[in-house]
């Protein structure tokens, strides 16, 4: 499973840094930064739901009905005020109240000098999107990252060389004689 920073870079086709900081006024820079500060309070948040059975079931039935899939696809469906009113529901799952949500929007606005009230708005969109690449994830709708700045690693040579498929047949042919 992806880690869930990564899996957010990969909402709406690689454009979700791109529709973050154009909904909430942002630089790129501060989109990511706004990000990275609330993927430990939702990582906290789904580990939370999944000691408790009742939560879990909860959660993944949220996942599995692939409502949430089309904020995955298109991140401005979840600035709408149904998409809100869903992330608002995960975020209720995920955190189990309303102060929970409105501590982790705080201490990401110290943490990163965003105003609080941008992270007020963020988290139920964040929480959608994630969601919906829950569900990419889980039902196999989602690849592996491809990242073009790290290179494949190089193939190890074995600590014996390798014979030659030559210097194999000459071999063959000495045992035979």
């Known amino acids: 499973m992806l ?3 990564d899996m957010m870079m990969q909402a709406q086709n ?15 820079e501060q989109a ?3 990000m990275a500060a609330l993927m430990p309070a939702f990582s906290a948040g789904l580990k939370r739901s999944t000691s408790n059975p009742y939560d879990f079931m909860g959660l993944m039935q949220a996942v599995a009905s692939g409502n949430y899939g089309k904020y995955f696809e298109d991140m401005s469906k979840a600035f709408t005020p149904q998409g809100i009113s869903d992330g608002n529901n995960i975020l209720a799952q995920l955190f189990g109240s309303k102060d929970v949500s409105r501590a982790v929007a705080e201490q990401a606005a110290k943490v990163t000098g965003i105003g609080q009230e941008i992270y007020k708005q963020m988290l139920p969109v964040m929480a959608d999107t994630l969601m919906g690449g829950l569900f990419k994830q889980t ?12 290179r494949a690693p190089a193939s190890r040579p074995s600590s014996a060389p390798r014979p030659s498929p030559a210097s194999s047949t000459i071999r063959s042919r000495r045992r035979c004689s």
């Open 14 to 28: 690689g454009a979700a840094m791109d529709a973050i900081s154009k909904q909430f006024n942002l630089a790129q």
């Open 3 to 5: 880690p869930l920073f």
């Open 139 to 150: 039902t196999g709708q989602m690849g592996a990252p491809v990242n073009p700045f790290v």
């Open 32 to 34: 990511t930064k706004a």
